[in-house]
């Protein structure tokens, strides 16, 4: 048995993989995949068991509040964080809503350096799929 087929002991791909994504999905890709699943999983599941429970503190009333142990840096006048760098002091951006025709128009015509372009309101056509990318 490979080391490849070592690593993929016990997945499952329960999808269906269209065989253009197979280009993509090999198994080595999937090796990697089962390899960072499991060495942060128990990582992840942690994180979003704090998260649950913060969020149930925020429900009973508690207040977000700073980190004592940064308690002696908010209090000391005397700390400053540096200056902006040059390229940061002007910093006008427009941002738009979704990635349509409309709102790219407007945002080219507004008076800005840039602008940021809200690419999660895409419409369900423009959602990342098997068959669509």
């Given amino acids: 048995m490979s080391q ?3 690593q993929l002991k016990d997945v ?3 999808g269906a993989i269209p065989n253009d994504a197979r ?3 090999t198994k080595e890709a999937c090796a990697f995949l089962a390899i960072l699943h499991r060495t942060f999983n128990p990582t992840r599941k942690a994180l979003l068991q704090r998260r649950i429970d913060r969020q149930a503190e ?4 508690h207040l977000l509040d700073f ?3 940064t308690k002696h840096i908010r ?3 005397a700390w400053k964080g540096a200056p ?3 390229g940061l002091v002007d910093r006008r951006v427009e941002i738009t809503g979704p990635t349509d025709r409309k709102m790219v128009v407007n945002a080219l015509n507004a008076d800005v350096w840039t602008y940021m372009a809200d690419f999660e309101g895409m419409s369900f056509a423009g ?5 669509t990318c």
């Fill in 58 to 61: 925020l429900d009973k009333g």
């Fill in 67 to 69: 980190l004592p142990e």
């Fill in 127 to 131: 959602t990342p799929l098997w068959e």
């Fill in 4 to 6: 490849i087929d070592v």
């Fill in 12 to 14: 499952a791909i329960l």
């Fill in 23 to 25: 280009k993509i999905l």
């Fill in 75 to 77: 209090e000391n006048d």
């Fill in 84 to 86: 902006p760098a040059p």
